[in-house]
């Protein structure tokens, strides 16, 4: 039978006519016709077909039942095909539309539907031909279409060599006719490994980078033409970016783990243009204990419906054989569940999407779990959804849950629910199954073959041409002072950011002088290719978790905490703000950053997370307090030179860039480099903000060329500092040679050694050993072969010494356990803090208070290599 259909979409004022479906429609609800359910006809309904996934329940390489977990999104269940089925009824036939292709040993995964209803993408895998040969890659994940008009299936990307060089899931059409998907294949960020390899001298190229607790490569968003080409990277997290999703603004909606340190905060929403400009949290940052019981739950699929909210399925990241349950998602109100966008503290961020008594923990849930969710655009606010009873194993018999069930069985472990297909519909609150799973099978990835408005066509992020062509971006900070809507004067005691700003202030007494830009150090699989380097714990220095970082570069802070600074674009990033020292002021940021090429991104200034309580909205445009930095200045209210004026709005930063370049009405006191605000390796302050005939503020500079110890940056980038360029800080080649510099009296192996120049034992000042000689150690002495004597000493408790007779021996305490026969007290060692701690610089006083003006080392150390030490350690002291 053939319909032609004509449907407005409720009033969006887009309609789609003529469009043939060789099939016959029937509504999506309970209409009677011999269908089981209660419901009865809703007047006005109009008919879809489904499609749906379907596949037996997946077991492991044991034959247990198998776990998804989200954190892997390379799961693969043998024997899933997408199914189409012309009636949203029981009855109704259902056509299998891939097992021409994969019979019953491919999968597939990830189902959606194109905006006018002709067309399916999902992801699909054919079988390992060989699971037992590690010398055989096995087969990746592709992207594939079903034309429903045509009935014909196609891989999107032809290309054989192309489509292999990743796993490709999550597809969903663009409003623009290109598709977004999320995959491992990094294909932006590995050519970046090739360019940097380059230029700072290292060796190990191009490679597909693990996600940041090391267990599978990072997926994050690409996207292609719908024929495969013009494939490029549009997300740059250190670990997932998943099911990408458009709104009907435009912009693209997805689920990040934010797992930065290995924090694991989880998987929230995020959004951003669909080529990678406005990267914004959107929702859920500070929501994830919010589950059952206090519960850590997940957002992910998330589904936008018509009414603007958003649907996710909310669950655990494992251990619920996939499932949780719907919350709906009020992102365009709330940034967390108790938190609003304008940062007033109310409830309603998130609400189940059903009455069901769902739970989110891995008990047995008496009202089972969800496992998908696909909401109409039919003006009913239905749900189509993939809903599993639970079932526990009693007795070697699977059984259906009852309360007295588990109550009498607390430990029956749960069986995979019997996930079927039912239509929800909240006007009454009813589900009505649709498609019933045989026995050891479940349906999953249900999407309605319906009509819907196509979304905006993003305008995109308004993009500078010149950037754009130089890979770089701008990054604006109104104001560092700036935290959460409130101003934040780091213990200085000055009073407002008026007083800072003002030139009669001295720059002595701002606390924040200039901006850290920190990249994550990308890490190799080495079993993709035995030359990657196999990276032991010990590389990453005493915290494992911070994993390795390098510097993009500096910028100076200006006097109202401003800062303008160009990076380079489609790079993770995180920034610190830092005191006159170049020390971090604070705790790490816990977030990736990204700008794409052209953009330039502002942030009003800095966030906190309180112990207790939902902080403010932070990063999300549009959302939080006002900033602290009205820019209202001019050069009389701020006591500056006259020729820097501002435009109204201008932050201090701006108000330079904008007046300093060769375009500027006058240029700065100085000469600025052709490249300014680049960062820069070097860390540099000039006062430019002085009025005439008053006396600038002292400069300050601390440059990599005034080390007399190899620098960390490469010949070919300290004399041109470019967007590959990198700031890399190992001990052995760039800490550890300072100790031997010759300083006179001053050298530091010179009292922090177990020898004097007469060659005498002693214990070495302050207990602290500066060189590698540890013939004269007790045999009891901790040493760690991986790592150089002299790094353990800063960073790691070590047992104090002390001289008895002729031998170094470790001092003791008697404060141990009394000694069950004799009953005194046992000794115990005598334990030395280390000097330093990855916690930073300002944290390691017991190190850099010596070298403080009045301090017992004053003058020892040069600014210079103050500095290295001091960023070295805030970027987690890394071997």
Request: aromatic share 8%; charged share 20%; hydrophobic share 35%.
């Amino acid at each position: 039978m053939m319909m032609q259909l004509s449907i407005m979409d409720n009033g969006r004022g887009s309609i789609l006519a003529g469009l043939a479906l060789a099939t016959a429609m029937l509504t999506l609800s309970g209409c009677g016709g011999g269908d089981t359910g209660a419901e009865g006809p809703d007047a006005g309904i109009i008919d879809y077909p489904i499609a749906y996934v379907k596949r037996p329940t997946p077991l492991d390489d044991q034959g247990e039942f198998a776990q998804e977990d989200i954190r892997d999104p390379l799961f693969f269940g043998a024997g899933g095909n997408v199914y189409l089925r012309n009636r949203a009824t029981t009855s109704a036939t259902e056509t299998n539309l891939t097992g021409s292709l994969i019979g019953t040993t491919g999968d597939v995964k990830d189902l959606d539907v194109s905006f006018d209803g002709t067309r399916l993408i999902f992801a699909l895998r054919v079988e390992d031909p060989a699971p037992n040969d590690d010398t055989i890659p096995p087969p990746t994940w592709n992207i594939y279409e079903y034309d429903i008009l045509s009935k014909q299936l196609r891989r999107i990307i032809q290309d054989d060599i192309t489509a292999e060089e990743g796993d490709d899931v999550g597809p969903h059409y663009l409003p623009d006719g290109r598709i977004i998907f999320s995959s491992n294949r990094q294909k932006t960020s590995r050519a970046q490994r090739i360019e940097e390899s380059v230029a700072n001298g290292t060796t190990t190229g191009s490679f597909a980078a693990l996600e940041e607790s090391g267990n599978v490569h990072a997926f994050t968003l690409h996207v292609m033409e719908d024929n495969g080409s013009n494939l490029k990277q549009v997300s740059f997290n250190q670990s997932h970016d998943l099911d990408p999703v458009v709104l009907s603004s435009g912009d693209v909606l997805f689920s990040r783990w934010d797992n930065a340190y290995r924090n694991n905060t989880g998987f929230s929403l995020y959004k951003m243009t669909p080529d990678g400009g406005n990267l914004q949290l959107v929702y859920g940052a500070h929501s994830h204990a919010t589950g059952t019981a206090g519960s850590t739950i997940q957002f992910t699929r998330p589904r936008e419906k018509q009414d603007g909210s958003v649907l996710v399925i909310a669950r655990p990241d494992t251990g619920t054989f996939g499932g949780g349950d719907i919350y709906r998602i009020d992102v365009n109100n709330h940034v967390d569940f108790d938190r609003t966008t304008s940062g007033a503290s109310a409830p309603g961020g998130q609400t189940p999407a059903t009455i069901n008594p769902i739970t989110t923990t891995t008990a047995p849930p008496l009202g089972g779990r969800y496992l998908s969710v696909f909401p109409l655009w039919d003006g009913t606010d239905r749900m189509l959804v993939s809903k599993g009873m639970c079932q526990i194993l009693v007795n070697n018999q699977a059984r259906i849950c009852t309360p007295d069930l588990l109550a009498n069985n607390p430990t029956a472990p749960e069986l995979p629910p019997a996930y079927n297909i039912w239509i929800y519909n909240p006007a009454n609150n009813t589900e009505k199954l649709v498609v019933l799973a045989e026995a050891n099978t479940m349906i999953t990835d249900v999407v309605a073959i319906q009509p819907r408005s196509l979304p905006s066509i993003s305008p995109g992020t308004t993009l500078d041409a010149n950037l754009e062509t130089e890979g770089a971006a701008l990054l604006h900070i109104r104001s560092v002072y700036d935290l959460d809507g409130a101003f934040n004067d780091f213990g200085s005691g000055i009073a407002d950011l008026a007083t800072l700003a003002n030139s009669a202030t001295p720059a002595a007494n701002r606390p924040a002088r200039f901006l850290r830009l920190v990249k994550p150090v990308a890490l190799p699989d080495p079993n993709d290719d035995p030359t990657l380097p196999d990276l032991a714990n010990t590389a990453f220095g005493p915290r494992r978790a911070l994993g390795m970082q390098q510097i993009l570069g500096y910028a100076p802070v200006e006097p109202d905490g401003s800062v303008l600074v160009k990076l380079p674009a489609d790079v993770p990033f995180t920034i610190e703000v830092l005191d006159a020292m170049g020390r971090r002021l604070g705790p790490r940021h816990r977030n990736w950053l990204q700008l794409q090429a052209g953009e330039t991104r502002e942030c009003n200034g800095c966030h906190s997370h309180p112990p207790s309580g939902t902080p403010m909205p932070h990063g999300r445009v549009g959302a939080g307090l006002p900033s602290i930095n009205p820019a209202n200045w001019d050069a009389v209210t701020l006591n500056t030179d006259g020729f820097l004026f501002f435009l109204p709005g201008e932050t201090m930063a701006q108000a330079r860039y904008g007046r300093c370049g060769p375009a500027g009405s006058q240029p700065c006191n100085s000469n600025p480099p052709a490249n300014q605000f680049a960062a820069t390796p070097d860390v540099r302050y000039e006062d430019i903000w002085v009025a005439a005939g008053n006396t600038p503020n002292p400069a300050l500079t601390y440059a990599y060329a005034d080390l007399t110890t190899p620098r960390p940056v490469s010949p070919g980038c300290e004399a041109n500092w470019g967007p590959a360029c990198r700031v890399i800080i190992n001990y052995p080649e760039h800490i550890e040679p300072l100790w031997s510099v010759g300083r006179g009296a001053n050298t530091c192996t010179g009292c922090h050694s177990t020898r004097d120049a007469a060659n005498n034992l002693r214990a070495p000042a302050g207990q602290l050993n500066l060189t590698n000689d540890t013939t004269d150690y007790p045999a009891s002495f901790i040493q760690n072969p991986d790592q150089l004597h002299t790094y353990r000493e800063l960073l790691f408790p070590s047992d104090r010494l002390e001289v008895s007779g002729n031998n170094l021996v470790v001092s003791t305490t008697p404060t141990g356990p009394a000694d069950p026969i004799t009953g005194t007290p046992t000794d115990v060692p005598v334990t030395v803090n280390p000097p330093l701690t990855v916690n930073g610089a300002l944290a390691s006083t017991p190190f850099f208070s010596r070298f403080e003006a009045g301090g017992t080392h004053d003058g020892y150390l040069t600014p210079a290599e103050l500095r290295l030490i001091a960023e070295w350690v805030d970027i987690g002291a890394q071997y």
